[in-house]
T-cell receptor, first 110, second 117 residues
């Protein structure tokens, strides 16, 4: 299983763009990168998933360099409601067992 | 998107009793389900992996006789905490993997708070 490393915490302000980087140096060829958001007392919520280059959806963008040893979740114009813990997970398809690291606690200030 | 539902969301039980938590995949068939527990301000800790129709695979340190997992159908897995003790109080989360929006995506339930008194 590819181990992931993220910053433990980040602070931002409303309206700013937030970039959270995850390191996964031993990512395997068939591994995808998935980001989840978790609020207190709730299960993790899927944000975005990618394999290479750039993926964008209505809530975030995911940037993956060519070597795929890291990835960056970009949240445009954050609001107070984006205060949460963000987890980066790396895994393949069939035998994928989602294992969580410590995640990044993002606090958005007014 | 795919939905995974847990029930109950909160439960209080007395020490020594057993409590069952259900995890359902509502719009897809979940060949594999995972159970986690999470303590306040900590990450999710994987307890076990269950595949439909077979015995669950437990992580090291998780007592299989205490945390009974049954995955009898492609849409339902249950976690039964037997002879519960106050130290079993925690937030339990299930997740499911299957052919949904993307075969590679894992979806999580809302979580279940267990309080043992």
């Amino acid at each position: 299983l590819a181990k992931t490393t993220q910053p433990i915490s980040m602070d931002s302000y409303e309206g700013q763009e937030v970039n959270i980087t995850c390191s996964h140096n031993n990512i395997a060829t068939n591994d995808y990168i998935t980001w989840y958001q978790q609020f207190p007392s709730q299960g993790p919520r899927f944000i975005i998933q990618g394999y290479k280059t750039k993926v964008t959806n209505e809530v975030a963008s995911l940037f993956i360099p060519a070597d795929r040893k890291s990835s960056t979740l970009s949240l445009p114009r954050v609001s107070l409601s984006d205060t949460a813990v963000y987890y980066c997970l790396v895994g393949g398809t069939r035998s994928y067992i989602p294992t969580f690291g410590r995640g990044t606690s993002l606090i958005v200030h007014p | 998107g795919a939905v995974v539902s847990q029930h109950p969301s909160r439960v209080i039980c007395k020490s020594g009793t057993s409590v069952k938590i259900e995890c359902r995949s509502l719009d897809f068939q979940a060949t594999t389900m995972f159970w986690y527990r999470q303590f306040p301000k900590q990450s999710l800790m994987l307890m076990a992996t269950s595949n439909e129709g077979s015995k669950a695979t437990y992580e090291q340190g998780v007592e299989k006789d205490k945390f009974l997992i049954n995955h009898a159908s492609l849409t339902l897995s249950t976690l039964t905490v037997t002879s519960a003790h106050p130290e079993d109080s925690s937030f339990y989360i299930c997740s499911a993997s299957g052919q949904a929006d993307s075969g590679n995506t894992i979806y999580f339930g809302e979580g279940s708070w267990l309080t043992v008194v």
